[in-house]
């Protein structure tokens, strides 16, 4: 018997979470459950995490976390608790299947059969933003070797477990050249490691694009985290219906399962919600605690139901679909034909007895790494870069101006006055001709004469080459 955390969530959530556990239940899965409240109460009990300390107790003890949709108050500073969640438990995998039910759910791509695989944990939702300047925020990408290496060996294994053909990985490589280009780099080195599996590399908009029209061409695809957002939600979509979709969010010790929808407040107690994703989500988990006859039993009843016509509001069609059926007899249909199989639609069976083989990361051996300059970022009104040169300049050191970008365009040395610059400024300070590299007390000691300048710095960047490579991207420009 596995002991699950529950939180049913806010708006729909209740609804749909009452008709995952009773099919649940109906079907004989060993499981017991600790419900814990989460969500838009305990947010505006003047909890700011939506979360309380025990919740969290409950959570880490029984490891396996089933939950649906919640609500986040508008306003007031409130903090997305979906990624708190990922990020404080360590689920750096999040994985969400995405397979057409033609022709009993409308889709212009039948043949889809998708599984998104999103690094959870990093990129740019690592949520560190700042203001630095009157016209200029920032966000930082934050893209690690050991992510890399855990979400791409991840969707590997995946592909090997469920007999899949062809793993791809999508990244912007060809601009983000050092942080999606680590994700290129470890995904090339892992992917020789499975010569069984077939691996590609695409541009993420080329690579949406053609998920958008030919998914087909697709088997599963391994991406960095804001990438894998937007487009498990169009796979989701284009497949039949967001609401359909589940998802696992995995980690070494805990994991959690949801629906990808959100709670639906204007729907919220009226019995229409379609609780597919959260039911399919369940058999998910089902799968991953070992339960895979539970899980086969119930995928394979939902599917009966589904060729059988009976859907909620959201995927009915008339002349194709037979009974519009509410949320609570959505389940019930569900659990009339447990044990059933569906004739049409793919009978579900799961590998039994395997498990990933995910090994614990291995740091590599530290690199040589040395200091050759540093970029400082300057908060300054001026339009002309030449005067701005002038100025920093004067920082009389061991290192030198060597180049000024605006918004990652270089306007110095050589700009073009077509070039609009913003009030932000990126002032690239490089070691002198003939040097290896250069000691750190220089950057303090070039700060110290830009505060007697009065040169407003907001913020530096070290430049270093690791084993002789460089670690840091040029200025675009001429």
């Known amino acids: 018997m596995q002991r699950i955390t529950v939180a049913k969530g806010d708006g729909i959530g209740p609804e749909i979470m009452d008709a995952a556990l009773r099919v649940m239940k109906a079907a004989n899965a060993r499981i017991e459950w600790d419900e814990i409240e989460?969500?838009?109460?305990?947010?505006?009990?003047?909890?700011?995490?939506?979360?309380?300390?025990?919740?969290?107790?409950?959570?880490r003890e029984n490891k396996i976390f089933f939950k649906a949709p919640i609500t986040t108050p508008r306003g007031g500073g409130y903090k997305s608790l979906n990624v708190t969640l990922r990020k404080t438990l360590g689920l750096?995998?999040?994985i969400r299947p995405c397979k057409s039910f033609s022709p009993f759910i409308a889709t212009k791509h039948p043949e889809m059969d998708v599984v998104v695989i999103r690094e959870n944990e990093e990129d740019l939702y690592a949520g560190i933003e700042h203001r630095q300047t009157d016209e200029v925020v920032q966000c930082l990408k934050l893209i690690t070797r050991p992510g890399c290496e855990k979400i791409i060996r991840y969707a590997f294994e995946y592909a090997r477990l469920y007999r899949r053909k062809k793993v791809s990985c999508f990244v912007k490589d060809n601009i983000m050249k050092h942080t999606d280009g680590l994700f290129h780099e470890v995904f090339k080195e892992i992917a020789a490691e499975y010569p069984d599996i077939e691996s590609d590399n695409w541009i993420i908009d080329i690579g949406a694009a053609r998920l958008a029209d030919t998914p087909e061409i697709f088997d599963v695809i391994v991406t960095p985290n804001l990438y894998g957002d937007i487009i498990s939600d169009i796979t989701a979509q284009i497949s039949g219906s967001v609401g359909l979709a589940g998802t696992a969010n995995i980690g070494a010790s805990c994991a959690m399962f949801e629906a990808i929808h959100g709670s639906a407040p204007p729907i919220a107690g009226q019995n229409v919600a379609n609780p597919s994703g959260l039911i399919r989500a369940g058999v998910m988990m089902l799968h991953h605690i070992g339960q895979q006859d539970v899980a086969e039993t119930i995928k394979n009843a939902w599917s009966c139901v589904i060729e059988e016509g009976i859907h909620t509001e959201d995927i009915y069609r008339e002349g194709v679909?037979?009974?519009?059926?509410g949320t609570r007899e959505?389940?019930?249909?569900?659990?009339?034909?447990?044990?059933?199989?569906?004739?049409?639609l793919k009978v579900t069976e799961y590998v039994k007895g395997v498990t990933m083989n995910i090994p614990d990361y291995q740091r590599r051996k530290r690199a040589d790494k040395r200091l050759q300059g540093v970029d400082i970022f300057v908060d300054w009104e001026g339009s002309n870069p030449d005067e701005l040169a002038e100025k920093l300049q004067r920082l009389d050191g061991k290192i030198k101006l060597s180049m000024i970008?605006?918004?990652?365009v270089k306007v110095w040395p050589h700009g073009f006055?077509?070039?609009?610059?913003?009030?932000?400024w990126r002032c690239r300070y490089e070691v002198?001709?003939?040097?290896?590299?250069?000691?750190?007390?220089?950057?303090?000691?070039?700060?110290?004469?830009?505060?007697?300048?009065?040169?407003?710095?907001?913020?530096t960047e070290?430049?270093?080459t690791f084993d002789g490579n460089r670690g840091y991207s040029l200025g675009q420009g001429q």
């Open 38 to 59: 989460i969500g838009e109460q305990v947010y505006l009990s003047g909890n700011s995490s939506g979360i309380s300390a025990d919740s969290w107790k409950k959570i």
């Open 92 to 94: 750096y995998a999040n």
């Open 321 to 325: 679909s037979k009974q519009l059926v």
């Open 330 to 344: 959505f389940a019930d249909a569900i659990i009339e034909r447990l044990g059933r199989k569906p004739r049409q």
């Open 405 to 408: 970008t605006n918004r990652g």
């Open 417 to 424: 006055e077509e070039t609009f610059c913003t009030d932000h």
């Open 432 to 459: 002198l001709e003939g040097e290896e590299s250069v000691a750190n007390n220089c950057i303090p000691e070039l700060l110290a004469q830009a505060v007697e300048e009065k040169i407003d710095v907001i913020k």
């Open 462 to 464: 070290n430049l270093y």
